[in-house]
């Protein structure tokens, strides 16, 4: 195995929703040429990032995978028809934004990129 190739790690916060894993998956790797992906998942991450007050849980998996695993970027997505998060397309990428900007707290040197899956199951970034 190339273990260059094998270095290049990031983090994804997403939802639970099976819906949305191959999809934003396929998009990290294709995007930023990644070979693994770190996924943390609750049921609507960007509204418990976003409201939720203890997050210790998670900030526990994210340390892992940015001090063991030696990922350099965290992305956190919210998607259409969330049965986790049940708000507006508005209300979730001021989620998004939220979850970033509160995670930049504890990672300011790493990247930290929105991202929202549409309708149409498609990948956009959002707030960066
Ligand atoms: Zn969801």
Redesign the pocket.
């Known amino acids: 195995m190339d273990e260059k190739a094998a270095n290049t790690r990031v983090t994804c916060l997403n ?3 099976g819906r ?1 894993q191959l999809p934003v998956l396929n998009w990290i790797r294709k995007q930023y040429k990644i070979d693994h992906v770190d996924v943390i998942t609750e ?3 960007d509204g418990v990032l976003a409201s939720q007050e203890n997050i210790d849980d998670i900030k526990r998996s994210i340390k892992i995978s940015i001090n063991k695993n030696k990922s350099n970027r965290i992305f956190i997505v ?2 259409h ?5 049940s708000v507006d397309k508005k209300t979730h990428q001021k989620h998004i934004a939220k979850s970033v900007e509160r995670l930049k707290k504890y990672w300011p040197k790493l990247e930290i990129i929105g991202l929202w899956v549409n309708d149409q199951w498609q990948v956009e970034v959002c707030f960066k």
Not at 81 to 85: L, P, Q, R, T, V
């Open positions: 939802c639970m929703d949305v049921a609507g991450m919210g998607h028809d969330c049965k986790g998060n």
